[in-house]
């Protein structure tokens, strides 16, 4: 990344400079949170218009969902940045950390707090127990893992690498890992694993590398139109949300838990974000990382993606009513760590300076 984008990253919008005034930047935020706002319009439209979204409604989104995930997996491989990786290839042990708290300790915290949970909130549906774990064996984010680690003053190469290995073994380890730990605590609901696995590789992985062997041919025009890419990428997951959530309001999901429900999440993702912080922090101390890879390897370690997170979990759960309860974890951990990682971000970037 260059000085000059990360000189565009740290330019926060609101300063004089940009707005001309020293009133809010109205237009920048909804730029800036536009997909996050959008989540919560396609939610709040599935609860006031459910059926064209629902399953076997008009917008079919029976038939659109594999061609979705397609789409998504195959833009996520056009956009990775495995041209860079190499620049970051000799830290191994600022590697393992990052993939072991991914692929191990995330999950393993994520089944002590599902034991809490169960003896705190006897009454928590199975749907959030399970999204829940989802949420923990989900690979990290590439995109802002790195911009937030190159605002930082972080160890950028590094972060790339580690973020783009994580997307990529993710595809295959987190319905591994989903299965794998659903079996052990009791929990059901992936069905046949061989199956899931066969069509998953079908879906995810062989777009996935076929963008990515498309990119070297396309790369310029592909970074110098990276938000179109991105805006067709957060479509089609905004439509699979909302499906989601249509489905689960048709058949009455909803009725049972209220707003209490989304409470009891919203503080459970804050408690795992906020112990999976200190986890990471101690790791890197133990580890004795300096600065830039200790930025690095919080921003990799702790962040969880979204775009990915919503295609494999339709074909993970498949067409349960409940889906909107297992997103519902990781929708709320997507801003969460946004807002939370962008302020320490910038905080770290003005100790630097």
């Known amino acids: 990344m260059s000085p000059k984008e990360s000189e565009q990253l740290t330019n926060r919008p609101g300063s004089p400079a940009e707005t001309g005034q020293g009133g809010f930047p109205f237009g920048a935020w909804i730029r800036e949170n536009g997909f996050v706002l959008g989540l919560f319009c396609v939610v709040l439209l599935a609860f006031a218009n459910p059926n064209p979204g629902a399953r076997h409604g008009w917008l079919h989104p029976d038939l659109v969902e594999n061609a979705g995930v397609a789409l998504i997996l195959f833009l996520q491989g056009l956009s990775m940045p495995l041209e860079k990786i190499r620049k970051g290839a000799g830290n191994w042990q600022l590697h393992a950390i990052i993939q072991s708290f991914t692929f191990v300790i995330f999950p393993i915290v994520g089944l002590g707090l599902g034991t809490v949970l169960r003896s705190i909130w006897p009454d928590e549906p199975q ?3 399970d999204g829940f774990l989802y ?13 937030l680690t190159s605002v930082a003053g972080g160890n950028t190469a590094a ?13 295959i380890l ?6 794998l730990l659903m079996h052990a605590t009791g929990r059901t ?44 990428s957060n479509g089609v997951i905004l439509f699979f ?13 909803w009725h049972e838990y209220g707003i209490l429900l989304t409470v009891q999440v919203l503080i459970c993702v804050a408690t795992l974000f906020g112990v999976m912080s200190f986890l990471i922090y101690l790791a890197a101390r133990l580890a004795r990382l300096d600065r830039d890879d200790g930025i690095a390897c919080y921003f990799c370690s702790v ?40 302020l320490l971000a910038n905080r770290w970037a003005k100790q630097r300076s």
């Open 135 to 147: 949420l923990c064996v989900l690979p990290s984010t590439v995109s802002t893992s790195v911009v």
């Open 303 to 342: 962040k969880k993606t979204l775009a990915m997170g919503v295609p494999l979990a339709m074909l993970i759960f498949g067409s349960r009513a409940d889906l909107s309860l297992i997103l519902l974890p990781i929708m709320f951990y997507h801003p969460f760590q946004l807002f939370v990682n962008g």
């Open 174 to 179: 987190t319905p591994l890992l989903v299965s």
């Open 241 to 253: 949300v909302y499906s989601a959530f249509c489905d689960s309001v048709k058949e009455k999901v």
């Open 127 to 129: 749907a959030i127990r």
């Open 159 to 171: 972060a790339i690498l580690s973020a783009a290995f994580s997307n990529i073994v993710g595809v």
């Open 189 to 232: 609901g992936t069905g046949s694993f061989g199956p899931l696995l066969l069509e998953i590789t079908m879906l995810t992985l062989l777009p996935f590398a076929g963008g990515a062997g498309l990119r070297p041919f396309v790369r310029d025009w592909v970074d110098a139109n990276k938000k179109w890419v991105n805006r067709i």
